[in-house]
């Protein structure tokens, strides 16, 4: 078992639709939680870190269930520009090693 | 004012050969990593230095090395390409290694290696 898992994908979406993404990790003891984003052919980029309390920037916004070890990823009124992969990444241990699932595929369409 | 870059951006190269690929970052971070993202879009940390220690070395073959001359620079050096060796290698930095903090790893813009 993979120890970031995430939904495969692709999600076709229209515009103005909202998209949730989830993922699950297997090590109880990982400490911090992100979320990154990568465009076709170019490197990974934050897109925003995932608090317990779960967090929000403009139409992002994602969650943490540390008990069921979930992380979920909301996009409201998607944007053309918004379609690239989208990847939950997970940090194991005090040594800042970053654990990134496989990514979700996400395209919006006009 | 790039923060991260990688030289060459791509690379073909036969098997056999032995090849380097550069990465500096000017963000005055005192880590930096190495990281492999194969086709299937995987993508697996590598190594990691902090301050020109080395602090993570994942199951890698030991054809590949790193080196750090300085805390802004850490190349990787790839004896004996193979096949299987294709992929694009990102080199990433952050601040700082270790404690639940959540510093931000900034990443290259990716080497893509071709092995023939």
């Known amino acids: 078992r993979k120890e970031v898992e995430q939904d495969p994908g692709p999600f076709n979406v229209p515009e103005g639709a909202t998209v949730a993404f989830n993922c699950t990790y297997s090590n109880s003891a990982s400490q911090s939680f992100f979320w990154y984003r990568q465009d076709c052919r170019k490197e990974p980029k934050l897109l925003m870190s995932?608090?317990?309390s779960g967090n929000e920037d403009g139409r992002f916004t994602a969650q943490l269930n540390r008990a069921s070890q979930y992380i979920s990823l909301l996009i409201r009124d998607s944007k053309l520009s918004d379609s690239a992969t989208y990847l939950c990444v997970v940090k194991r241990g005090s040594q800042g090693n970053l654990i990134f699932g496989k990514g979700t595929k996400l395209s919006v369409k006009p | 004012d790039t923060a991260v870059s990688q030289t060459p951006k791509y690379l073909v190269t036969q098997m056999g050969n032995d090849k380097s690929i550069k990465c500096e970052q000017n963000l005055g971070h005192d880590t930096m990593y190495w990281y492999k993202q194969d086709s299937k879009k995987f993508l697996k940390i590598m190594f990691s230095?902090?301050?020109?220690?080395?602090?993570i070395n994942e199951t890698v073959p030991n054809r590949f090395s790193p080196k750090s001359p300085d805390k802004a620079h850490l190349n990787l050096h790839i004896n004996s390409l193979e096949l299987g060796d294709s992929a694009v290698y990102f080199c990433?930095?952050?601040?700082?290694?270790?404690?639940?903090?959540?510093?931000?790893?900034?990443f290259g813009p990716g080497t893509r290696l071709t092995v023939l």
């Open positions: 990433a930095s952050s601040r700082r290694v270790g404690g639940a903090g959540t510093d931000t790893q900034y």
């Open positions: 230095y902090n301050n020109k220690e080395l602090i």
């Open positions: 995932v608090y317990s």
